[in-house]
Antibody, heavy 117, light 112 residues
Framework: QVQLVQSGAEVKKPGASVRISCGAS????????IHWVRQAPGQRLQWVGW????????VYSQNLQDRVTFSRDTSTNTAYMELRGLRSEDTAIYYC??????????WGQGTPVTVSS | QSVLTQPPSVSAAPGQKVTISCSGS????????VSWYQQLPGTPPKLLIY???KRPTRIPDRFSGSRSGTSATLGITGLQTGDEAEYFC?????????????FGGGTNLTVL
């Protein structure tokens, strides 16, 4: 079955960078885009952006586009999100999901990122 | 402030029906398909409804969706205590030069 498996929890200091992976299995990786969202404690989901896994083309949310980069490795069916210049307000659970029929069909288990000095 | 507006909370008794609204605009709900999700504490969201009214095969028919104009509604019948969760809507928004994915603020369902 379809699975998206994300890398483990991260603890970072302000100003550092974090790279999260999202490994896909059970479907043709390059046929579906991967989106990234985050959820701060007690807050609503915030969309971070998406990557066209076939072409590598990316779209980022306006408020994060200066600090975030998506990439993918089609040989390992893995998508990556890097967030730079971490701030305390970046503390959140980061999720990847596969877009299918214009819906977030399958989700990763989430990667908690804590930014603290 | 979320582009899609949902009531913060709803409640109903076991066995009853509840509806959750999601209000948007022509740049999102009015011209794009809506999906609905259930999120239990500590878990990733789960897709309940896609393309406004359709259910993935694993979702029971107690869950239904509809869309009219710039609003969408999630309905849940035969409420169970296990339905207590956060529910939110999502769709594309095209008010900027690029399409962005937007979420509702979420609605907390309490089954009394």
């Amino acid at each position: 079955q379809v699975q998206l498996v994300q890398s483990g929890a991260e603890v970072k200091k302000p100003g550092a960078s974090v790279r999260i992976s999202c490994g896909a299995s059970g479907y043709s990786f390059t046929n579906f885009p991967i989106h990234w969202v985050r959820q701060a404690p007690g807050q609503r989901l915030q969309w971070v952006g998406w990557i066209n896994t076939a072409l590598g083309k990316t779209v980022y949310s306006q408020n994060l586009q200066d600090r975030v980069t998506f990439s993918r490795d089609t040989s390992t069916n893995t998508a990556y999100m890097e967030l730079r210049g971490l701030r305390s307000e970046d503390t959140a659970i980061y999720y990847c999901f596969r877009l299918y029929y214009n819906a977030a069909w399958d989700w990763g288990q989430g990667t908690p990122v804590t930014v603290s000095s | 402030q979320s582009v899609l507006t949902q009531p913060p909370s709803v409640s109903a008794a076991p066995g009853q029906k509840v509806t959750i609204s999601c209000s948007g605009s022509t740049s999102n709900i009015g011209n794009n398909d809506v999906s609905w999700y259930q999120q239990l504490p500590g878990t990733p969201p789960k897709l309940l409804i896609y393309e406004n009214t359709k259910r993935p095969t694993r979702i029971p028919d107690r869950f239904s969706g509809s869309r009219s104009g710039t609003s969408a509604t999630l309905g849940i019948t035969g409420l169970q205590t296990g339905d207590e969760a956060e529910y939110f809507c999502a769709t594309w928004d095209t008010s900027l030069d690029v399409r962005v994915w937007v979420f509702g603020g979420g609605t907390n369902l309490t089954v009394l």
